[in-house]
């Protein structure tokens, strides 16, 4: 199974700030990554897919890149409801696997 | 808008099994896969595994294989994750989510079912 692993675990910045996540996957996954939003108590929100795609109705300040191994979900100016856990998740083979997440917060 | 609705938070002894429903509205029922996430307390998120709405074709984790069922009722748009021999560390907020254009993203998501399995 591909593996996902995120760093850094947790981020602490403040609004207006750029924050800088990264997901690494144990091997080549072309584009076939998506990032997700999760604040407490809700359902994850898909903000990424195929690694740079916006999903519909996400801001413009969310930008996701990278390709092979190696992704990046930047946020270029933190507003106070972007403090949340992010996770990336690989599409590329069975199973569906997920990174462990990276918390932003204040 | 699409919409997923989940069926209320359940408790369950060891041993016992639980359903999940889904309640899909807001698009059609049978072009979308449907798949199952799981997270347990504090913990990331795990995919359980897909049904097919259209045909009830099926694809499970290997972690769960054995243990839980999916399927699905047309009439009323709706599906439904059985999960059987619970343990306590089947503890945890179960979700679905629509594919979001056959493309194994999952947009949206269901707001989540918590299962505690306690004795």
């Known amino acids: 199974e591909i593996v996902l692993t995120q760093s850094p675990a947790s981020l602490s910045l403040s609004p207006g700030e750029r924050a800088t996540l990264s997901c690494r996957a144990s091997q080549s996954i072309s584009s076939f990554l998506a990032w997700y939003q999760q604040k407490p108590g809700q359902a994850p929100r898909l903000l990424i897919y195929d690694a740079s795609n916006r999903a519909t109705g996400i801001p413009a300040r969310f930008s996701g890149s990278g390709s092979g191994t190696d992704f990046t979900l930047t946020i270029s100016s933190l507003e106070p409801e972007d403090f949340a856990l992010y996770y990336c998740?690989?599409?590329?083979?069975?199973?569906?696997?997920f990174g462990g997440g990276t918390k932003v917060e204040i | 808008q699409v919409q997923l609705v989940q069926s209320g938070a359940e408790v369950k002894k060891p041993g016992a099994s639980v359903k999940v429903s889904c309640k899909a509205s807001?698009?059609?029922?049978?072009?979308?896969?449907l798949y199952w996430v799981r997270q347990a307390p504090g913990q990331g998120l795990e995919w359980m595994g897909w049904?097919?709405?259209?045909?009830?074709?099926?694809n499970y984790a290997q972690n769960f294989q054995g243990r839980v069922t999916m399927t699905r009722d047309t009439s009323i748009s709706t599906a439904y994750m059985e999960l059987s021999r619970l343990r306590s560390d089947d503890t945890a907020v179960y979700f679905c989510?629509?594919?979001?254009?056959?493309?194994?993203?999952?947009?949206?998501w269901g707001q989540g079912t918590l299962v505690t399995v306690s004795s």
């Open positions: 049904i097919n709405p259209n045909s009830g074709g099926t």
């Open positions: 998740q690989q599409r590329s083979d069975w199973p569906l696997t």
């Open positions: 989510a629509r594919d979001r254009a056959g493309d194994n993203w999952f947009d949206p």
């Open positions: 807001g698009y059609t029922f049978t072009g979308y896969y």
